[in-house]
């Protein structure tokens, strides 16, 4: 599929900064004052300028809107009352730290794992496209979460940052290796997409369109292996090797500063393989998978 900018920035951010607000609500960290304001504020611009980036990929931003109207079906809106819940529930936790207002810790803990909610409802989004093989697996939402995880952990300082990251490693891999067969295990080919498996191999005759249109554009994009296969290998190292070992030297806030650089650097290649290398069944129509 189509890695669209916004999307990527959207997931990653986002998943970055509820990951950030979860270990902050749990009081892993226990600022106070300026140093406060400055945690808590990069972790709602991480987590609020992600959302806004999802509303780039709209034809009309007005309609994000409509997104918290079908909450009942919809993913994405539950997405939207999550995210809004987490954001509205843990300000009185910051107002608390930066004040010192002694807020129960209970709040903020809440906090912490609507965060986590927060993030899980997005990676539902994409596991629940049954068209998409390479998602509709129970690693998709788990790869989400050890993201944010890590990334909150290695932000924050904590002691198991450098573990996470590995972790995060580990899910990629496993992502990977099971989504690589997914397509074909999935057995989707152009006899079931119509029902004519029955009668024989059917071939089309003539393309569905014979200019661009939205399902190419958006559905339709082809990585080469070589380039996915060095891709691949950045992700990993950046994402989980690289910041990993950077926490274990004793470079105090600098070293928590590269290693979270490093990590979103590599978040953001992961995230653009996540849609790059994604099959829709509808590619079948147009040949990018004979």
Do not use: C
């Amino acid at each position: 599929m189509h890695p669209a900018p916004s999307v990527i920035l959207f997931s990653t951010l986002s998943g970055l900064g509820f990951g950030f607000l979860a270990f902050l609500g749990w009081g892993v960290l226990q600022p106070s004052g300026w140093a406060a304001f400055f945690l808590w504020a990069l972790g709602y611009v991480l987590a609020v300028g992600g959302l806004l980036a999802s509303t780039f990929h709209l034809g009309n931003p007005k309609n994000a809107l409509k997104a918290f109207t079908q909450w009942r079906t919809s993913w994405l809106s539950r997405e939207a009352w999550a995210s809004v819940a987490t954001l509205v529930l843990l300000a009185p936790v910051a107002l608390s730290d930066i004040f010192g207002l002694g807020l129960l810790p209970v709040v903020g803990q809440v906090g912490g794992m609507l965060a986590l909610l927060t993030v899980f409802t997005t990676a539902m989004i994409y596991t629940q496209i049954k068209a998409v093989p390479r998602w509709h697996h129970w690693l998709t939402p788990v790869m989400f979460l050890s993201f944010a995880v890590a990334g909150g952990a290695t932000l924050a300082g904590h002691v198991w940052a450098p573990i996470l990251l590995l972790v995060v490693g580990a899910v990629l891999w496993a992502l990977w290796r099971v989504g690589d067969g997914a397509f074909a295990k999935a057995g989707q080919t152009m006899g079931t997409a119509t029902g004519l498996d029955r009668l024989g191999v059917p071939s089309v005759l003539d393309p569905a369109h014979t200019a661009g249109n939205y399902l190419k554009r958006e559905m339709i994009f082809v990585v080469g292996r070589k380039h996915a296969a060095k891709l691949r290998k950045i992700a990993l190292a950046l994402a989980s090797v690289a910041p990993a070992l950077v926490l274990l030297l004793p470079l105090g806030v600098w070293g928590i500063a590269l290693a979270a650089a490093l990590h979103l650097a590599g978040a953001l290649a992961a995230r653009w393989l996540f849609f790059a290398e994604a099959e829709h069944v509808v590619g079948l129509y147009y040949g990018a998978r004979r």
